[in-house]
């Protein structure tokens, strides 16, 4: 019991990747914080589109986590998290040495209401081909926070 409470007071923080805005921004992200969790969101639009319009329209959610307790709020996102209308796909990277290829999926109502998708990334990390997009914008930011530009 002891153990688990040190474990989960244990901090991971790459906040060092929020000092680079003009990056995050341009990919359309906004500063994200939930707890102790802190990062980066953006909401994607995804359109079905035919010849008459649209057909469909959802959304997908991306964030990415760097400041955070590890386990625990692996644990909280996992099992508290609810699906959001409209939402089709909920995406979280959790920048973490030790969580690196780590990967947990969820659906909400068989599918009917959404999927939730928690990974672990180590900066540098090949990571799950499923978040390369997200990994690549990781690898660059801390790149550009590293060398003191700021940017990627």
């Known amino acids: 019991m002891i153990i688990n409470e040190v474990f989960a007071r244990v901090m991971v923080d790459y906040s060092s ?45 991306d964030y990415v986590v760097w400041r955070h307790r590890s386990e625990a709020d692996w644990a909280i996102v996992t099992g508290t998290w609810r699906p959001v209308r409209d939402v089709m796909t909920q995406r979280f990277v959790f920048v973490d040495e030790a969580a690196d290829g780590k990967r947990k999926c969820r659906s909400f109502l068989l599918g009917l209401r959404g999927f939730l998708e928690v990974y672990g990334y ?8 499923r978040i390369r997009d997200l990994t690549q914008l990781i690898d660059a930011a801390w790149n550009g926070t ?4 700021g940017r990627a």
Not at 21 to 48: C, D, I
Not at 122 to 129: S, V
């Open 146 to 149: 590293q060398t003191g530009t």
């Open 17 to 61: 990747l929020g000092n680079a805005v003009e990056l995050w921004s341009s990919w359309g992200f906004e500063p994200w914080q939930h707890g102790e969790m802190a990062g980066v969101y953006r909401r994607v639009t995804v359109r079905k589109g035919s010849l008459l319009g649209d057909v469909a329209r959802y959304y997908a959610d």
């Open 122 to 129: 180590r900066i540098g990390g090949g990571g799950d081909k």
